[in-house]
């Protein structure tokens, strides 16, 4: 991994587990904090599942689909070319959000979720940081796809 791609990963890991730790530091658990109405609050919660709860309380499962998950996206990092700039910080983010959620399973055997959303009226899943790298990490890819499939790519 390039210098750059490795400290914005650490950086990345880094933000989700400081964010982690001053919420489970400075809030009760299931406590809300309005930030803009209900559009966005902050809410302490313990997820150990996946999104929506999916797989509850199957850590062994998440042990194994993490360490599978991110051997599968070294193995493509380190083939894919340096010209595939988007494509690259898509699965730097990938794995940093990987082992920011991994992290939590292995210390607490749950994740730590805060980040609450109303959208449209729907309540979307709480999630954190590490959840919102990951998915940034695969629009990246999806759009570099996008690109090179219109043939808008240099």
């Known amino acids: 991994m390039n210098k750059k791609h490795g400290i914005l990963a650490l950086a990345l890991i880094a933000l989700d587990q400081i964010t982690k730790l001053i919420v489970a530091n400075t809030m009760e658990y299931g406590q809300s904090i309005p930030v803009l109405g209900k559009f966005f609050e902050l809410t302490y919660v313990h997820n150990t599942g996946a999104a929506w709860s999916m797989l509850e309380g199957k ?38 959000g990987t082992i920011g959620n991994f992290i939590d399973r292995l210390a607490y055997q749950y994740v730590i979720d805060f980040l609450d959303f109303v959208i449209f009226g729907y309540d979307f899943p709480v999630f954190n940081v590490a959840d919102s790298v990951l998915c940034i990490g695969v629009l990246l890819i999806l759009f570099d796809v996008f690109l090179e499939s219109r043939g808008l790519k240099k």
């Not at 194994?64 to 730097?92: D, Q």
């Open 59 to 96: 850590m062994m499962f998440f042990y194994l689909i993490s360490i599978a998950a991110l051997l599968v996206l070294g193995y493509f990092y380190f083939k894919t070319s340096n010209a595939e700039k988007l494509t690259k910080l898509g699965l730097v983010m990938m794995m940093a």
